[in-house]
């Protein structure tokens, strides 16, 4: 987007803090979040979460979850890996799937038969998220293991803001 996208502006704040304060709404803690080493994005959150560098960040989003899924605290049942770039997905539907947590679980929301994110992820499955590389992200294990789908009313799980017209139009979605 020739930019941070996490830090364009969405209804006058940068679009990260959205996904940040639906997780603190939600009760769900201090997140983790993985950033490129001395992204502004770390001083935008240094008091709303933990950060951690992901050195091979421009490998793709795999090897910023696993960076981020290496320091997850050993009491953790599960991670609910939420996108910065996903800014209307509503606190209620990250109390729905943070309620089905469990070590084995893999949770992934589903507005109107369309799987979406966040996804939640049992700790089983933090060893194969620690050791992920490339651009997928989790959806290479989702072949290797059951993915329960959690029907939702949130549009929110399948708006992300990855290109300028994305941006755009979601700044028309959070005016009306």
Not at 69 to 81: G, I
């Amino acid at each position: 987007m020739g930019e941070n996208k996490l830090l364009a502006d969405l209804g006058g704040k940068p679009l990260i803090l959205h996904a940040c304060e639906a997780i603190a709404a939600a009760g769900l803690g201090e997140p983790i979040v993985a950033v490129a080493p001395g992204s502004r994005v770390a001083a935008l959150l240094e008091r709303r979460a933990v950060i951690v560098e992901a050195a091979d960040h421009a490998l793709g989003m795999g090897c910023s979850l696993a960076a981020a899924a290496r320091v997850a605290p050993p009491h953790w049942l599960a991670v609910l890996v939420c996108l910065g770039d996903m800014p209307f997905v509503r606190a209620s539907t990250l109390i729905a799937i943070a309620q089905r947590a469990s070590a084995a679980a893999i949770v992934r929301p589903c507005y109107q038969q369309r799987p979406g994110n966040p996804v939640l992820w049992g700790r089983r499955h933090f060893g194969e998220l620690a050791g992920l590389t490339g651009d997928q992200g989790g959806r290479a294990l989702f072949a290797r293991h059951p993915v329960t789908l959690l029907d939702c009313d949130d549009p929110g799980v399948e708006i992300d803001v990855d290109t300028p017209e994305a941006l755009e139009r979601a700044r028309r979605l959070f005016a009306a």
